[in-house]
């Protein structure tokens, strides 16, 4: 499964700030794309771990038919009108978000896949996952956080922390830092409300109690973010506190 995929390129739970300033650590993006009103899934690496990302792939989806491609991203980016933006979660590292556990007779794709299968000839749209081990050891950071109870007034006691059971779900897997990028483009009319509709799909994977999603768009700095999506590019305390374990990124890209 997908699940297998991202938590063998994540094999290593965390590497310090410190040796990520000076080697920089390896990325995979994960790629979903509607080009001509055809849905592709993509793995975008450096080609010394092409091989070992075929492996994985094959093995995860006997099926799956593997090929090197020219770069979808530039169909994208070669349109008139180009709206981007990405998805940020909104509470603490340690909560999770909606996985394909809670989704039993449903893929949790469904909304996503099925929006973009909608969509007319104009339209083109990328989901962009690019994914690197956590510069901080994010699940011995969680596992102390829930040492801390919580006073209950009424019985006058403390209770352990009602989160606890969530953040065992988030840390009982591999994970690492994870930045999700949404582009949207057209030919013909405005292109906006295709983005916050894309957007809007990723609210299948909120949970409550848990961890959301929220879109942001860059208010300033346009292009600079732009060139960061074609070139697969994360800075190196970009969204730093952003992480999503192999469940979770596996619910969010499995073809």
């Not at 995929?5 to 739970?13: D, E, K, Q, T, Y």
């Not at 920089?24 to 070992?52: K, M």
């Not at 969530?166 to 009319?189: C, N």
């Amino acid at each position: 499964s997908a699940a297998q995929i991202v938590a063998s390129l994540l094999s290593r739970p965390s590497i310090p700030l410190w040796r990520q300033v000076m080697n920089r650590p390896a990325s995979h993006s994960f790629e979903i794309y509607l080009l001509g009103q055809t849905i592709y899934f993509y793995v975008t690496t450096a080609q010394e771990n092409q091989p070992f990302i075929e492996s994985l792939v094959a093995s995860a989806y006997p099926k799956a038919q593997i090929t090197r491609t020219t770069d979808p991203m530039e169909g994208i980016f070669g349109s008139k009108r180009i709206e981007a933006g990405e998805m940020v979660l909104n509470s603490y590292f340690y909560l999770p978000i909606n996985t394909y556990f809670d989704f039993k007779d449903v893929d949790a794709l469904a909304p996503l896949v099925g929006f973009l299968s909608r969509q007319g000839p104009e339209t083109r749209a990328a989901v962009q996952i690019i994914v690197t081990p956590a510069s901080f050891a994010w699940q011995k950071k969680a596992s102390k956080a829930m040492t801390i109870q919580s006073y209950d007034t009424t019985s006058d006691r403390y209770s352990p922390n009602p989160q606890r059971i969530l953040v065992e779900r988030k840390t009982s897997f591999q994970g690492g830092r994870a930045i999700i990028r949404l582009v949207a483009a057209t030919d013909g009319e405005s292109t906006r409300p295709t983005l916050q509709n894309l957007a809007g799909t990723f609210g299948n994977f909120s949970l409550g109690g848990g961890n959301q999603f929220v879109f942001k768009r860059p208010l300033i700095g346009k292009a600079g973010f732009w060139k960061k999506i074609r070139d697969r590019r994360i800075t190196l305390l970009e969204r730093r506190l952003q992480i999503l374990n192999a469940q979770e990124l596996a619910t969010i890209w499995h073809p």
